[in-house]
Each structure stands twice: as C-alpha cells, then as structure tokens.
Antibody, heavy 121, light 108 residues
Framework: EVQLLESGGGLVQPGGSLRLSCGAS????????MNWVRQAPGKGLEWVSA????????TYADSVKGRFTISRDNSKNTLYLQMNSLRAEDTAIYFC??????????????WGQGTLVSVSS | EIVLTQSPGTLSLSPGERATLSCRAS???????LAWYQQRLGQAPRLLIY???SRATGIPDRFSGSGSGTDFTLTISRLEPEDFAVYYC?????????FGRGTKLEIK
C-alpha cells in the first residue's frame, strides 16, 4: 500500500525553526517528485515547495522562499521541509504529497494526512 | 504568478443533479498542467483530474474535466452523497504551482 506519513509538527514561537519529515512506503521513492502543500485553519490549499526525484531540482512559493528548504534522502525514503524564521502566517496543516512523475511539473497523486504547525508566542 | 479564480464560491445542489465548477486562469495554462482535487471535511485532498481531462486512478466516470487556455471546467454528471466536498483546481506548469480558492459543493 502506498503511504505517506508526516511528522515533526508542533507549536513553535515566531522566529523559531522546525523540520518536518515525510516517510514514504509502498512505491519506488527515488523515481517520484515530491511536494509540500499547506492549509491554514479554515482556508484553502497553498502550494509550498516541490523537489524532483533526484533532488537536483527544487522550487518554492514566494511566501517561503529564503526561509524554507525542501530536501530528500532517497536512501531513507524520506522527504523533509526545514522551516526557519517562522511567522504566525505559517500556521497550517502541512501535507506531504507525491508527484505523479519524476519531475516537478506533475500533479499530486498521493497525499499524507498532514501535520499541524502552530506558530505562536 | 498565475492566479486561478474558481466560481462559484459555493454551489448548492441536490443528489442526482449535475454540477458544473469553473476555474479561470489569469494567463494561459497548458491543458497538460491543470488538475482538480476533491477535499472532504477533515481529510486530505484527493486527485480527481489531471491534464485538464484525464481521470486519476479509481475516479468514477461521473467526474469529467474540460477546457483549455484560461477556462477550465469540472463536471459531476449525477451527484452522489459522497461528492459534497470542496473542490480545488491547480496549475502545475509554471512555478509557483498555484491553487484556486476552492468551490464548496453543499447539499441543497
């Protein structure tokens, strides 16, 4: 069964850092691009960042560029999102999602259940 | 950045009726790079349509997508109770890969 399991969410103060992880199972991780999508409480979906299967190609939303870093460890079947300089507006459920192909210009065909990040003093 | 405008914001229909949801882009989007997702309350999104008109694996044929350029449509031919949810369009051809703000499909 194809599964994505996010972890690492929690409560953090403004200006703080957090690293999210997404463990993948049930498919060949290194041939699939991956991305992060977030959803603020009661709001719509916001795309955050994407990475190709090899990890050599990445892209970010303007709202997180320079503060967040996406990466992956294909030996561990794990996707990461390093979040620095966190702001209240980063509060959201963060979904890890698999892209349907190797590259980043692909739709998200498998989604995790999400992990909640709350930024508050 | 490509802005996607979905309409209507809320659509009230009854089971068995036909639903037509619109997604309009601020600039042309290749149809290869337009997707639709369904999100039920408390759940993660689910891919319905990719490439503007191709159904994802396991999606019933009552869901169909169409359109090109700046105007795209998701049609649900006969609504089932489980179809009442929020629907999002997304373009993934030009970074940032933006979503629309969603259409809430509610029971009338």
């Amino acid at each position: 069964e194809v599964q994505l399991l996010e972890s690492g969410g929690g409560l953090v103060q403004p200006g703080g850092s957090l690293r999210l992880s997404c463990g993948a199972s049930g498919f060949n991780f290194l041939v699939k691009g991956m991305n992060w999508v977030r959803q603020a409480p009661g709001k719509g979906l916001e795309w955050v960042s994407a990475i190709s299967g090899s990890g050599t190609s990445t892209t970010y939303a303007d709202s997180v560029k320079g503060r967040f870093t996406i990466s992956r460890d294909n030996s561990k079947n794990t996707l990461y999102l390093q979040m620095n300089s966190l702001r209240a507006e980063d509060t959201a459920i963060y979904f890890c999602a698999r892209l349907s192909g190797f590259y980043i210009e692909e739709p998200s065909d498998v989604w995790g259940q999400g992990t909640l990040v709350s930024v508050s003093s | 950045e490509i802005v996607l405008t979905q309409s209507p914001g809320t659509l009230s229909l009854s089971p068995g009726e036909r639903a037509t949801l619109s997604c309009r882009a601020s600039q042309s989007v290749s149809s290869r790079y337009l997707a639709w997702y369904q999100q039920r309350l408390g759940q993660a999104p689910r891919l319905l349509i990719y490439g503007a008109s191709s159904r994802a694996t396991g999606i019933p044929d009552r869901f169909s997508g169409s359109g090109s350029g700046t105007d795209f449509t998701l049609t649900i031919s006969r609504l089932e109770p489980e179809d009442f949810a929020v629907y999002y369009c997304q373009q993934y051809g030009s970074s940032p890969y933006t979503f629309g703000r969603g259409t809430k499909l509610e029971i009338k």
